[in-house]
């Protein structure tokens, strides 16, 4: 079959289930399992493609349909500028999750230790170590699952880089301080899975689960970071968009100091930073 025909009879597939964004999810399907960008579809719309991609591509387009992410269908993700391999077994990292990164990024010192808690693909510590290889930064990256572990350590083989990999259950594992420790948890209000989009639902949910108010991991991380931060070491969390008064008000009551915010790209606000008290 010629490319635009692919993509015709891809996008009217998609387009019977209601895909959002279905002619744009055919084309990065397509132009990833012909090695070109989606400018080349266009420009060679009448090239004919074998049998093995046309074969590959529906089957990718029934992945769709079924609404697993196209990021889990092609294992990858660009974040921080940077590609990154995901699969089943991580959250896809969002365009949010960089101001985070950026915001370590401007508080990262020569000979930093840093933790990266509930790592999952690495995108955030990795991003850290990639853009911060002159400060000689040592970055410890944890996760409870195996599995997002085994993504975690493909993608630092891919970067060429040189972080400590543990398996732990937050700090379960964790024997040392750090001067920063830095976590995206889980914080979706158990309640809530059921309603989110069908694609969000085929992400991990014990990456997504934060309990019946969404909180969980705050209070765990909150009580137990003060006891592996180094003095004035920062924590920095990602939140979700209406739990900004609820994550300080716990940080308040264990003590730390210096507590603010920072929206993201849309407005909501989307992390906190405070440094440990005394």
Do not use: W
């Amino acid at each position: 079959m010629k490319i635009k025909e692919l993509l015709f009879e891809g996008n009217n597939i998609l387009k019977e289930v209601g895909l959002d964004d279905y002619i744009i999810k055919s084309r990065i399907l397509l132009s990833n399992l012909i090695c070109k960008n989606k400018e080349y579809l266009i420009v060679h719309d009448n090239e004919i493609v074998d049998n093995r991609i046309e074969n590959a591509f529906f089957e990718g387009i029934r992945k769709l349909k079924k609404g697993i992410p196209i990021q889990y269908i092609i294992n990858k993700q660009e974040f921080m500028g940077l590609n990154f391999y995901v699969d089943e077994n991580v959250l896809i990292p969002q365009p949010d999750t960089e101001i985070l990164v950026e915001e370590i990024l401007k508080k990262v010192e020569k000979n930093n230790k840093i933790l990266d808690l509930c790592t999952g693909s690495g995108a955030i510590g990795i991003s850290i170590a990639y853009y911060s290889k002159e400060k000689n930064l040592q970055i410890t990256m944890s996760d409870i699952s195996s599995k997002a572990l085994d993504v975690t350590k493909k993608n630092l083989k891919n970067y060429n880089l040189n972080c400590k990999i543990i398996k732990s259950d937050l700090f379960e594992n964790i024997n040392e301080k750090f001067d920063i420790i830095v976590s995206n948890p889980p914080y979706i209000e158990s309640k809530v899975i059921d309603s989110l989009d069908i694609e969000v639902k085929n992400e991990p949910i014990i990456a997504l689960d934060g309990g019946i108010d969404g909180l969980d991991f705050y209070r765990r991380i909150s009580k137990k970071a003060k006891l592996f931060l180094n003095t004035n070491g920062i924590l920095a969390l990602e939140i979700g968009y209406n739990q900004k008064n609820s994550v300080i008000d716990i940080l308040k009551i264990d003590g730390y100091l210096d507590i603010y915010s920072k929206k993201d790209y849309a407005g909501n606000d989307r992390i906190i930073i405070c440094k440990r008290g005394e």
